[in-house]
């Protein structure tokens, strides 16, 4: 069974910092890309960051440049999401999402596999 799962959500102040992580297997992560999606109440769904796992390219989206990074443990299966200097705006469930895509993309319709996210609260 395909199976990610998320942790490290929680609340924080504006300004702090959270580490998300993202467990998979071997099945969901070697060859593929993995990638953080969020959706606020709302809100449409919104492409965060995205890495080809096999050579660790990454793709971030416009609002977290320069303040979150993504990374990955290939011992572990694990992709992690370090957010800094968080904004009220970055509330929201943060997604894990894996797929066989030969590049980091942003497009959600590319990836097969979802976890069930874990929210992300920041207040100012």
């Known amino acids: 069974q395909v199976q990610l799962v998320e942790s490290g959500g929680g609340s924080v102040q504006a300004g702090g910092s959270l580490e998300l992580s993202c467990a998979g297997s071997?099945?969901?992560?070697?060859?593929?890309?993995m990638a953080w999606f969020r959706q606020a109440p709302g809100k449409e769904r919104e492409g965060v960051a995205a890495?080809?796992?096999?050579?660790?390219?990454?793709v971030y989206g416009d609002s977290v440049k320069g303040r979150f990074t993504i990374s990955q443990d290939n011992a572990k299966y694990t992709v992690y999401l370090q957010m800094n200097n968080l904004k009220p705006e970055d509330t929201a469930m943060y997604y894990c999402?894996?797929?066989?895509?030969?590049?980091?993309?942003?497009?959600?319709?590319?990836?097969?596999?979802w976890g069930q996210g874990t929210q992300v609260t920041v207040s100012s």
């Open positions: 890495i080809y796992i096999p050579v660790g390219s990454t």
């Open positions: 071997r099945y969901t992560y070697n060859g593929n890309s």
């Open positions: 999402a894996s797929g066989r895509v030969d590049w980091p993309t942003l497009a959600p319709g590319r990836y097969d596999d």
